[in-house]
């Protein structure tokens, strides 16, 4: 087995996969402007996979081989599903693969799949049995929660013992979602129980981290291997740079502009334009007149109408 997890500077930077949100486009956004040593994809439906509208379900699996290592994030609760998803993700030259076994949206969860796998052990294992043996070798890993309604350390005692090369521990329960802040007091109980039932397991800790700085101090204070942001990098693209700081509103703007183009050449008509405006925050804060911007952005309906108000600003600004 070809396991990237063991080759990666400790400690390492994980993007992690958000719905909507970390797909091709803005991962080579994310490249261009300080990249993390792994990225994740969006997460993708196992029996969306295994449909006849694979095609569409798939594109979230897109990506460009200067992103890798990239895992691919699959979730479902049919252990067949799992085997020949992850037969098809090998194929298209992924380092890994994950198992959404965190998400707490009840679109998923009300059919027993991702978060509602932490109350169904037996259900889990053998998804993660048919991940390993589809995966042609490649390192399996889990994305979850510390538990359901309150601490359930039994569960990832239960996920090390699957001998999994990684597991990303979100450290809040699926009631809390991410309602309070994360708990990192409990980072030291579970690399208690990594190092006794599987040391080779790396533990990658999520939840409110913000800055490189964060991630050097919660090393120090915890000692898990690696650090996943979400939140954090939508709150501030360049986080992952240890050089660009103090982002002015020109590069601000032009890495916007720089995402659209990218959206273009990646999408095409395929998918809304709208979709863009989720970002807006994200590069369109911070400076006199940004949230006058947003609120005539919010407005528009296609690239061109990106282009132009974003253009006509930096004319004027």
Wanted: net charge positive; charged share 25%; proline share 4%.
């Amino acid at each position: 087995m070809n396991n990237f997890w063991q080759n990666l500077p400790i400690p390492f930077t994980v993007l992690a996969p958000m719905d909507g949100v970390t797909d091709a486009v803005f991962r080579q956004i994310i490249l261009k402007i300080g990249r993390p040593d792994v990225f994740f994809t969006e997460f993708t439906s196992c029996e969306g996979i295994m449909s006849p509208g694979r095609e569409k379900v798939a594109e979230s699996l897109k990506f460009n081989c200067n992103e890798q290592p990239i895992v691919a994030q699959i979730w479902g609760n049919n252990p067949e599903n799992f085997y020949k998803t992850s037969q098809f993700v090998k194929n298209l030259g992924f380092a890994g693969i994950d198992i959404n076994m965190g998400c707490p949206d009840k679109i998923v969860t009300k059919d027993g799949s991702c978060s509602a796998l932490i109350n169904n052990p037996t259900l889990a294992e053998q998804i993660i049995q048919a991940s390993k043996e589809g995966s042609g070798g490649l390192p399996i890993s889990v994305k979850t929660r510390i538990g359901t309604k309150g601490e359930q350390m039994e569960w990832i005692s239960f996920l090390l013992e699957q001998k999994l090369s990684a597991i990303i521990v979100h450290l809040r329960t699926v009631e809390e979602l991410s309602k309070v802040r994360a708990h990192w007091e409990l980072m030291p109980k579970i690399i208690k129980l990594r190092n006794k039932i599987s040391p080779k397991t790396l533990i990658i800790g999520n939840g409110d981290i913000t800055s490189l700085k964060e991630i050097e101090i919660k090393y120090k204070q915890y000692g898990c291997e690696g650090f996943m942001v979400g939140r954090g990098v939508l709150a501030n693209p360049w986080m992952f740079s240890e050089t660009i700081k103090n982002i002015g509103v020109e590069d601000r703007i032009k890495t916007f502009l720089d995402h659209i183009d990218i959206f273009d050449k990646t999408w095409g008509k395929d998918k809304n334009a709208e979709n863009l405006k989720k970002f807006c925050k994200a590069y369109i804060n911070n400076f006199k007149g940004a949230a006058v911007l947003r609120d005539r952005i919010m407005n528009v309906k296609s690239t061109v109408e990106f282009r132009e108000i974003i253009c006509s600003y930096l004319k004027t600004s």
